[in-house]
């Protein structure tokens, strides 16, 4: 038996608003709470992403430990090169593509995020 219910990803960063922004283009949805330190957004599907204002913030790197990612995403895609172009138009950068049905990219404050074929 669970002890409770996945309610929220909670993602720090520098900028809440800039980083909702991000994500809205990139999956869709609502911004269902906002102000200056906090923005959540509800998904198309119901699921909740949220961005929290962290002061010092620094993003980690990717693939090494020195400062390791805290969480990513896997966003499922129809075509990888055509969503490449449109994260990487959104303020995304490419790390990694060796894999055919994934690649992984940092979003605006960092963070590791992949699209991949499913």
Avoid at 37 to 45: A, E, H, K, M, Y
Avoid at 108 to 113: I, M, R, S, V, Y
Wanted: proline residues 6%; contains cysteine.
């Amino acid at each position: 038996m669970a002890i409770g219910d996945l309610y929220d990803v909670v993602i720090d960063c520098p900028e809440p608003v800039k980083l909702a922004d991000f994500y809205q283009q990139l999956v869709g949805g609502e911004i269902v709470d906002a102000d200056s330190d906090w923005v959540s957004l509800r998904t198309g599907n119901g699921r909740r992403l949220s961005f929290q204002q962290v002061e010092g913030y620094t993003a980690p790197r990717w693939p090494g430990q020195e400062l390791p990612q805290q969480v990513h995403l896997d966003v499922a895609v129809a075509d990888l090169d055509a969503a490449e172009a449109e994260v990487l138009a959104l303020g995304a950068a490419k790390l990694h593509d060796k894999h055919a049905a994934c690649r992984v990219y940092a979003d605006p404050a960092g963070h590791p995020f992949c699209l991949v074929i499913v």
